[in-house]
């Protein structure tokens, strides 16, 4: 069984930034499409970014093109999603996640396999 626990949240003032970590155990992390999704008080969760299983390729929501970055290491069996100019909307609770598809970089939830308990991320106005 795959467990995912992520790090790194906290309270930034709005254009600040942060890096959050997600830590795999428990299967074969550099097969694995890893994603970040978060949920926002009385909201859906929705897609942040993923990147492939190489590492190679990533996809982002466009509200966050630009300012996030999506990574992953192999050797160390964590992900990485770097944000920057963050925003007072973007407020929400951050979960990592992992999928066994390869093929594709999937952007929805139902196509992800592990969640992590997620990390509450704050910018204050």
């Known amino acids: 069984q795959v467990q995912l626990v992520e790090s790194g949240g906290g309270l930034v003032q709005a254009g600040g930034s942060l890096r959050l970590s997600c830590a795999a155990s428990?299967?074969?992390?550099?097969?694995?499409?890893m994603g970040w999704f978060r949920q926002a008080p009385g909201k859906e969760r929705e897609f942040v970014a993923a990147?492939?299983?190489?590492?190679?390729?990533?996809n982002y929501a466009d509200s966050v093109k630009g300012r996030f970055t999506i990574s992953k290491d192999n050797a160390k069996n964590t992900a990485y999603l770097q944000m920057n100019s963050l925003k007072p909307e973007e407020t929400a609770v951050y979960y990592c996640?992992?999928?066994?598809?390869?093929?594709?970089?999937?952007?929805?939830?139902?196509?992800?396999?592990?969640w992590g308990q997620g990390t509450q991320v704050t910018a204050s106005p």
């Open positions: 428990g299967g074969t992390f550099s097969s694995y499409t």
């Open positions: 990147i492939n299983w190489s590492g190679e390729n990533a």
């Open positions: 996640t992992a999928s066994e598809l390869i093929t594709t970089i999937p952007i929805r939830r139902w196509e992800y396999d592990y």
